[in-house]
């Protein structure tokens, strides 16, 4: 008899450190870990499109002029060529993949990489409408410029770096 009163209170002094440890431990019980969200690592869009896997696709232009030059991956996981096109503003460009093949537009010299009469100012999103086939989409592609160094060579027209303020700043207090 004397042991029903003792378990008892074994039992209340466990179930109150179970509370305990689900309360100090609520936040990282509750709260989504960000170990496990999934992101596009990269500048470009990270989207897939029927067949057409867009990887670190993005366009790289200037402010003063109206060209845009678009750089990442497209991959067709399917077995038969696909058409890719791609529209932005008034500029568009057509593609085709060759089945499981891939489409790299840095390696593109001729005039597939390039969209002109772009309005594409260097840190805004812009929206790209992507054709495969007949499935159309829509996506936010952003635009660079060519501060960093890994995109300067795609600037259409060359890349020329902006004067930096301290510098002009000096250049001014000189010829004072």
Do not use: H, W
């Amino acid at each position: 008899m004397n042991s029903a009163p003792k378990n008892r209170v074994q039992q209340s002094v466990a179930a109150g450190a179970v509370l305990l440890m689900l309360g100090v431990s609520g936040c990282s019980f509750t709260a989504e870990q960000s170990t496990t969200t999934r992101y596009a690592a990269s500048d470009g869009i990270v989207k897939d499109l029927g067949p057409v896997l867009l990887r670190n696709i993005l366009i790289v232009g200037r402010d003063d002029e109206t060209a845009g030059r678009l750089v990442g991956t497209v991959f067709n996981t399917s077995d038969d060529p696909v058409s890719l096109s791609i529209r932005a503003g008034g500029a568009s460009t057509d593609v085709t993949i060759e089945g499981q093949g891939q489409f790299r537009f840095e390696e593109e010299s001729s005039d597939d990489a390039t969209l002109e009469g772009l309005d594409d100012i260097p840190g805004s999103l812009i929206d790209v409408e992507f054709d495969v086939e007949g499935e159309q989409a829509v996506f936010e592609v952003p635009v660079l410029d060519g501060t960093l160094e890994e995109y300067r060579e795609y600037v259409p027209g060359g890349y020329t770096p902006r004067p930096s303020e301290p510098a002009a700043t000096e250049e001014a207090a000189e010829g004072e």
